[in-house]
């Protein structure tokens, strides 16, 4: 059978368990597939995200406003699932929002289902604890990187690790994503620049 908008997820979840035609239709039948255009927010500020996203292309952040300014908290988290998980995991408000950088193509699912398959699948419930091993480490990592390394240390390995971001995400999401200013993000990329030279 022929999952065009779900094979990503398929072959994701079939790397981490063992998938069978069953828990296929699981996820064919769960996910929704949903597209956005760019600058859609698909979780405001003190609203509940009720969604957890799995990104099939595209690219995500998420943001929140501090002393007027935004902060970039992420963009496109690791194996491609995003929503804003303060709000996802609490049920609370969010103090976040959510939003496509680019136009998007996603697989949705609503917390509820996923939260049933986590609980009555023994396969979903395996995948669930490899996923959130990946998110727990990939924050744990980032907030050691911010308060570890420079700014030139944090660009050169956002470019080792997601060379897409570059031409793909605005660069003053970058630099706020990174913990710099659009000014000093400039510098930065004068000085790898003429380095590589």
């Known amino acids: 059978m022929d999952f065009p908008h779900h094979q990503k997820l398929i072959s994701l979840l079939a790397a981490m368990v063992s ?4 828990n296929k239709d699981i996820i064919v039948q769960n996910f929704e597939p949903v597209s956005y255009p760019k600058r859609t927010l698909l979780v405001k500020e003190h609203s509940i995200a009720r969604y957890m996203y799995f990104i099939n292309s595209g690219y995500l952040r998420t943001y929140y ?6 902060v970039t908290d992420q963009i496109n988290c690791p194996l491609g699932f995003m929503t804003a998980f303060g709000s996802y995991t609490s049920g609370n408000p969010s103090h976040e929002y959510l939003e496509c950088i680019t136009d998007c193509h996603l697989l949705r699912i609503r917390k509820e289902k996923l939260e049933s398959l986590f609980r009555h699948n023994p396969q979903w419930a395996k995948a669930d604890r ?40 605005p660069l003053q999401y970058i630099a706020s994503f990174i913990g710099v200013k659009p000014e000093s993000l400039s510098r930065i990329r004068k000085n790898v620049a003429s380095l590589a030279i």
């Open 65 to 70: 406003f501090k002393d007027g300014l935004e």
């Open 19 to 22: 998938i069978d035609d069953f």
């Open 130 to 169: 490899i996923i959130n091993e990946h998110i727990v480490l990939y924050n744990a990592r980032r907030t050691q990187d911010l308060v570890s390394k420079t700014a030139e240390e944090r660009y050169l390995q956002l470019l080792k690790c997601h060379p897409d971001y570059i031409h793909n995400v």
